[in-house]
């Protein structure tokens, strides 16, 4: 491996290890900056925790270095589709606490037996898969990249065996990691970054590869959708209001409502009857007098 791809994934786990989901903290005891990880568990181990792993066997838990150990692309898919969160909740559904005792690490050892191999803090049985998180019939980390290469796609992966975009949504730790492919996706026009990070993750970070799931997949298409009507207002009609007539001139010269078809304007003037007897108005009349006599005299200033 390149020091240009190696500095790459140790780039990739400090974005992953600083999750708000992993905290930089150790999945077990909470210990912060951790320095080891469980790849096929897809969590981050303090150094203790991870020598206890390491006694529950490779077959359980495939513990590794952050700085001593290499890294490959498959391992960062196995991390970046767990975490501690994640992982918290599938093996320990239960909360059963952790026993904070230094001087005592076989009860450590016996609390991870039964949260991992009898799976005792779990309300559902373990599967098989469970154990390989992101990893192919559990293969050495030496194994090459599972990404497809050209040669294999253009002989034996043609257009009609490439996956297709479900249009999921994809966690946050894998969009960290295809972070900076994705404006690459955007200048070829790809503007759905959704669809954008969900072909880098079926492409395993291979970009020419993502653009031919992004072809083949297709926009989504959505004309087809009958869009709801307008709301309109309760008790209106459907119709538009009528425009008003020559005969309006009439109402503004004081004869009357004009006789509209529609629901617009009432269809006859409103009699006194109806609102009872109502008193003339006479108009205002201010008092004009008590201001001419004020300012008849003197002012005292």
Known sequence: ??????KRIENELKDLINLRDNANRCAECEATFPTWASVNLGI??????????????PNVSVVKSLTLDRWNDDDLDSMASMGNKRAKKLWNAKGVPFPYDDDDKDEIYMWLIKKYQKGEFRYDEIRDEDYNLGRRNSRPSSRPSSRPSLSARSSGYGNGN????????????????????EPKL???GFRNVDDNYEALVLAKGDVQFAVEILNNSGPVDDSDEKKPPLPRRPGSSSAPASAPTASSSEWWNGNGFPQQTGTAFPQQQPTAQQFGNVPQYTGFQPQQQQYQQNYQGSFPY
């Open 1 to 6: 491996m390149s020091k240009r791809n190696q």
């Open 44 to 57: 981050f181990l303090c150094g203790r925790c991870a020598s206890l792993h390491r006694r529950l066997g």
């Open 162 to 181: 490439l996956p297709r975009l479900t249009h999921r949504d994809i966690p946050e730790m894998q969009r960290i990691k295809y972070r900076k492919l």
């Open 186 to 188: 955007e200048s070829m």
